[in-house]
């Protein structure tokens, strides 16, 4: 169901990925699990909505040939692109006509009139205006990120001539997540890549947890099970 589709050069900085997801029958609970990310969503049904950043998995309800698409953003950019905090999204769904009115009209026929998937993506692809230079704390959450969470937390703020404070502060409003949560969710997402070519124990290591009890408390939390269970599940 869930694909991705060639980004636009010119958004390869700013975007992580442009996806489809298009049901051939009901999914009752399509689960979505934390990233770091804030998306942009479109389907004829709902209308363009936010998805903000999440702390716990979440659950989406999928009917045959709900035609969705998204832009997901990298971590850190969405503040600039929608002009607010990102902390008023965390865990949210909100409709893009909330803060951005004229502009979700006017997305919003452009996509209805388009017939075909390809049309829409590229609609919906040119739709965000992006052209900003990374700011230092854009560019400390993209060390974040890089490192997959497993970074010092007053070396990226040092690097970025902030204090300790600043970044804590400045990181909320950007990611709408403290730096040490965002952390923990980047660790959580590389060892969620990696979970059918290691071992627990291994992985704990690779991904930087102090233990495999440490590593199966985030799964629990961000995934709402056991990395054994959670890779059963993947296989059915």
Known sequence: MYA???????????????WS??????????????????????SPSTGVQ??????????FRLVPGAQIM????????ASNVFRVS???????????????????????EQLCDQKSLQRRLSVFSQSIQIDFSPTPIQKAINNIVQSAGQVSLETVACEAN??????????GIATGLSPKM??????????????????SADLAVACGYYDQSHLIDDFREFSGTTPANFVLLQQR
């Not at 051939?24 to 998306?39: F, K, M, S």
């Not at 936010?50 to 659950?59: A, L």
């Not at 902390?87 to 009115?101: G, K, M, S, Y």
Request: charged share 25%; aromatic share 8%.
């Open 162 to 171: 902030l204090s300790l404070r600043q970044f804590r502060r400045l990181c």
């Open 86 to 108: 990102v902390q008023e999204f965390v865990d949210r769904t909100i409709q893009l006509a909330e803060i951005w009115p004229a502009m979700s009209r006017q997305l919003m």
């Open 4 to 18: 991705e589709h060639p980004i636009p050069k010119k958004l390869h900085p700013y975007i992580e990925a442009l």
């Open 50 to 59: 936010i998805v903000g950043t999440m702390t716990k998995p979440q659950v």
């Open 21 to 42: 997801v298009t049901p051939e029958e009901e999914v009752p609970a399509y689960p979505v699990l934390p990233d770091g990310c804030v998306d942009i969503i479109f």
């Open 70 to 77: 998204g832009m997901r953003f990298r971590p850190g950019i």
């Open 182 to 199: 965002l952390c923990r969710i980047l660790r959580f997402r590389n060892a969620q890549s990696q979970l059918r070519s290691k071992s």
